[in-house]
């Protein structure tokens, strides 16, 4: 698995799937959330509120993922994480590792090859970056599947992107 960092708009890229860092209502909101239901349009939001009249009554718990399709986006899924909010007093890097090792559990039972991440937690929930790069980075790294062929980091800023290249020259 080819894994890589780029700086740009994670909406816009060429992969099967995107993952969106998401909030437990599903129900969109700023950052990458909101840049994803704008760019996918009205049917990413009506897909969500079916799985919150469905399967996720309650909503996405944090540190899991949950694949919808991705209506206008180039991609042909989305995959929603919900990330620890250091605000919160979410913490434990247990709980974002599984933020990116769900989203590539459910990656590979969709079958998609290509995935797009974005630093979940880095902006709204407060982490910081080097931690997110630290802990992203390592959880792909120790992720053994058969679909999914590169992962790429889509980072917003070049300080970002920084910290998830100094970790994979
Ligand atoms: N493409 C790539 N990265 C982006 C984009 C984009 N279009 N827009 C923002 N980012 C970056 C931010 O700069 C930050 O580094 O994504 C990272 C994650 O930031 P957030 O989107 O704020 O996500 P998070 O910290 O996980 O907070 C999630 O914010 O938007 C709400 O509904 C969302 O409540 C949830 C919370």
Do not use: K
């Amino acid at each position: 698995m080819r894994i890589e960092a780029t700086i740009g708009d994670i909406t816009t890229q060429a992969v099967d799937a995107v993952v969106n860092a998401a909030n437990s209502s599903l129900l969109g909101g700023g950052g990458v959330d909101g840049a994803i239901h704008r760019a996918a349009g009205p049917v990413l939001l009506q897909e969500c509120r079916a799985l919150r009249a469905s399967v996720l009554p309650g909503g996405l718990p944090v540190g899991r993922a949950v694949a919808t399709g991705a209506g206008n986006l180039r991609a042909r899924w989305v995959i929603h994480t919900v990330g620890p909010n250091a605000h919160s007093g979410q913490t434990d890097p247990a709980l974002l590792a599984a933020c990116f090792t769900e989203s590539l559990r459910v990656a590979e039972e969709v079958g998609a090859a290509s995935v797009a991440f974005p630093a979940v937690s880095g902006g709204v929930y407060g982490w910081a970056m080097s931690d997110v790069a630290r802990i992203a980075v390592a959880a792909v790294s120790g992720f053994t599947g058969r679909q999914v062929e590169l992962v790429r980091f889509v980072l917003f800023s070049p300080a970002a992107h920084q910290e998830f290249a100094a970790l994979l020259d």
